[in-house]
């Protein structure tokens, strides 16, 4: 199998240099929970050692660990500040939380990897979580297991899966990684903003009327005259865009920017001069208060995990609470349906990794085999919680039945996402995603609110990612 050089893999990441990798190597960890090393280390070798008393989960944020509290059969209490959750053996899993942003999760666990070695077996990362921006970059290298021949898991185990969710952590034949869910997209709209703008609510209508960029542009226009944005921000379409580029973002060691990506640049910049969006970011305050009861936006786009994890959350009083009853809501509960939008497209996807070095294959095994495979547990968590999960029998049979979900006024929105999960295409995603993604919409957005010209947004761009990917020596631009 390819493998990753310390090196490279440290620079993947996208925030350290060479000599910040040299002294990661040896300095002690800053990561909450992770346990100091002393000094540098190689690479962790894949043979476990004896099992220990703890399992060491590293993820950016609490949905995992709401799954694995809530679903894994094996939980016997969970600590007041859910610091840690112990099983029924006894065991007792630390969980280490690092936010995402500016590849801090990433660097703070590249340094617990690059010291497992030398680290106590009960300080050992067992498990960490990684998502498709990044997934190669892990699971092309000495870090994470193989979930059948080093695990355990069979092809029987993973034969319910989507192929594509083994496929983008698969390289030569192995397998390194296992996911709960699956996340096609969809377009989730206000139901009463489409009575208003459109005269109808219906799923099936409103999507003839965006069904293609035309037709959606067309709409934005029809919506902004009825007082109504269509878009919250300038990010809001970009994964539809970005999920159909022509080929990968790196070819060697040359960025080439897609022609559909800068189609999202102009079509973000029109929006944004004819007043069609609110000039929001991605999890700022504005958009979360667009997907509210006060919000005026038409839509959003959104995977699996958008509907139930954030606009769910963002649509109630009180959120919800991770497998109970949903609550009350703020106004805008029921208020919304979804429709398949111009273009099929997927966002996002966690993980399962088990790290070299782990000390606890055997309970690895046993909660990916739970968590993962098992059919009965998969479609408990998406009917409880109305996630998409990575079961397709499950799946369809949610789908041919008459499940209704309440928040999105009685659809059952797993039929729609059960169709647009066959269409996922993961063949052009790569180790750089996150790092380039992340740099071209922060680098357009003065572009967007006439700070800079487009030229000038494109010379942004390509210093930043010079800064942060320095192997990366050209960038082409569609003609």
């Known amino acids: ?8 893999f440290l620079l993947a990441s996208g925030a350290v240099t060479i000599s910040a990798a040299l002294s990661a190597c040896g300095g ?17 070798s894949a043979a476990p050692a004896a099992q220990g008393k ?33 099983l029924k053996d006894g065991t007792v899993v630390k969980w280490t939380i ?13 340094e617990a990897l690059l010291n497992q070695d030398s680290a106590a077996d009960d300080d050992k990362v067992d498990i960490f979580l990684i998502e498709a921006d990044y997934a190669l970059k892990y699971v092309d290298s000495d870090y994470a297991l193989d979930v059948k021949a080093d695990i355990g898991l069979t092809d029987a185990d993973l034969a319910g899966q989507y192929q594509y969710t083994k496929d983008i952590v698969s390289v030569d034949g192995s397998q390194r990684g296992t996911t709960w869910q699956a996340t096609p997209g ?4 206000r139901r009463s903003i489409a009575k208003e703008v459109l005269g109808t609510d219906d799923p099936t209508e409103v999507q003839s009327h965006l069904s293609d960029w035309d037709k959606f542009n067309e709409v934005a226009a029809q919506a902004y005259a009825k007082g109504y944005k269509m878009l919250s921000g300038f990010d809001d379409a970009y994964r539809t865009f970005s999920n159909n580029v022509d080929a990968p973002w790196v070819d060697g060691t040359t960025v080439k920017v897609d022609p559909n990506i800068m189609k999202w640049v102009d079509q973000t910049k029109e929006y944004t001069d004819k007043g069609y969006n609110n000039k ?11 997907q509210g009861p006060s919000g005026k936006v038409f839509g959003f786009f959104y995977s699996t995990w958008g509907i139930n994890f954030t606009l769910l959350g963002n649509s109630l009083e009180t959120p919800v609470a991770e497998g109970g009853k949903e609550e009350v809501g703020n106004g805008i509960y029921g208020d919304y349906a979804v429709c398949e939008g111009p273009q099929p497209y997927y966002w996002g996807g966690t993980w399962i990794c088990a790290a070299a070095g782990t000390d606890d294959t055997d309970i690895i095994r046993d909660v990916m085999q739970k968590l993962t495979c098992d059919e ?27 499940y209704a979900s309440d928040f999105l006024g009685g659809q059952n929105h797993i039929a729609l996402f059960a169709e647009a999960a066959k269409k996922i295409d993961m063949s ?18 003065d572009y967007f609110t006439g700070t800079v010209d487009e030229d000038t947004a494109k010379a942004n761009f390509e210093t930043a990612i010079k800064e942060k990917y320095p192997e990366l020596t050209d960038v082409v631009w569609p003609a």
């Open 54 to 86: 703890v399992l060491n989960i590293w993820c950016w944020n609490d949905e995992f660990q709401g799954r694995f509290n809530n679903y894994y059969p094996e939980v016997a209490s969970i600590a007041e500040d859910k610091s840690t959750t112990t």
């Open 186 to 189: 969809l377009f989730a709209y």
């Open 1 to 8: 199998m390819r493998k990753i050089s310390r090196r490279n």
């Open 280 to 290: 929001s970011s991605l999890w700022d305050s504005q958009w979360a208060a667009d």
């Open 428 to 445: 052009n995603a790569g180790p750089y995603d996150q790092g380039l993604n992340e740099s071209l919409q922060n680098a357009f957005k």
């Open 98 to 110: 690092n936010a995402n942003e500016n590849n801090n999760y990433q660097n703070k666990l590249d």
């Open 376 to 402: 009965a547990i998969m479609k408990q968590i998406t009917l409880d919680t109305q996630d998409y999960t990575n079961n397709e029998k499950a799946m369809e049979e949610i789908a041919n039945s008459d």
């Open 28 to 44: 002690s960890s800053s990561s909450t929970g992770a346990a100091s090393s002393a000094a540098a280390s190689s690479a962790a």
